[in-house]
């Protein structure tokens, strides 16, 4: 009988890579910067991602 593959669990890079907290929180940091430049077009547009990525059931 040939030996099983042995499945290793993800490293803390992927893990950290592929968890919701980080496009998060990437979005909601465009969204202050943009809002403190005073650029009201970006702001609102990462206001609205930030919205759409809630409610799709990613967070």
């Given at each position: ?11 803390r890079l992927r ?12 979005l909601a940091l465009?969204?202050?910067?943009a809002a403190a ?23």
């Open positions: 009988m040939p030996a099983r593959a042995e499945t290793r669990p993800a490293g893990r950290g890579l592929t968890e919701p907290l980080l496009p998060f929180a990437v465009l969204a202050v910067a430049a005073q650029h009201t077009v970006l702001g609102w547009a990462s206001v609205g991602a930030l919205a759409g990525y809630s409610l799709s059931g990613s967070v």
